[in-house]
């Protein structure tokens, strides 16, 4: 363990499992909670939000830090996914010093052993990012489980930009029979709508200007898809990324929210999203909004 002094406060750092799970012996009783916002860092506002509800609503709350690699296709993704811990900490004791963060080692997660577990989420994990990022809720669903399995938390608080992740995760708790309340929350945005993401932070001060353009996009297709069929919809979306130069449309999905399938006609009694992933450069921004 390693603990900062400041004003004389102490937050708890644990960069190993044996640790943390010792200390989380110690204040853990029969009748407190323990909520836990897992994140890789790079901390943004959207993340604050995250932790400020778990304190909010858990006697303890623990944060991990930790890029995980089984969850990343792209190996120059993975290298360039920014790494801020000082600054991470900073962040974090502007809230609280009470928060107790696991940055953990790929070795103390995985053990000399860097690989994904299988896992069936009923089909929540073929569309979308699933699709399009082979292999990467297998990691995701590893290491939320493993994560889940050192803090055991009361509630876990994750962000609904990363809706599938979302499902998954929830799938993953209901299919493991785990002891954890899954919170969803909404998603934080930039001053210009862009949704706050790590990954922003890559962007140049013009291209987060512009990036407004894909929320702007999605409040459109929120106004357009309560008149229009969903493949008029795709057809809106498509063409106006058609003579952008910077920002190339990965996918653009209406999807019923239970089962992300894709849809081609509505019923009035389901509940629709649509989700999008945009390259600028090699940066991939991902957002999302309900429909209904
Ligand atoms: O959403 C993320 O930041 C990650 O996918 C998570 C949940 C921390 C797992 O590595």
Redo the contacts with the bound molecule.
Sequence with gaps: MFALNFNNTTMHIFYGKVALIAYLKTIKTENSSVGFV???GALHQGHLALMQRSLNENDDTVV?I???PT?FNNQEDLAKYPRTLEEDVRKMRTLSDKIILYAPTVEDIYEGHTVSQSFDFDGLENQMEGKFRPGHFN??GT??KR?FEIITPTNAY??EK?FQ?LQI?KKMVEKNHLPVNVVGCPIFREPNQLAMS?RNERLTPEERQEAAMIYKILTEVKEIFQTKSPEETIEFVENSFKNNTKFELEYFVIADESTLLPIDHKNKDKNYRAFIAVFVNSIRLIDTISLN
Aim: glycine share 10%; no cysteine; hydrophobic share 45%.
């Design positions: 897992p994140t890789m991990s930790f890029v995980n969850q990691g995701v290491i939320v994560l994750f962000g990363d992740q995760v790590s």
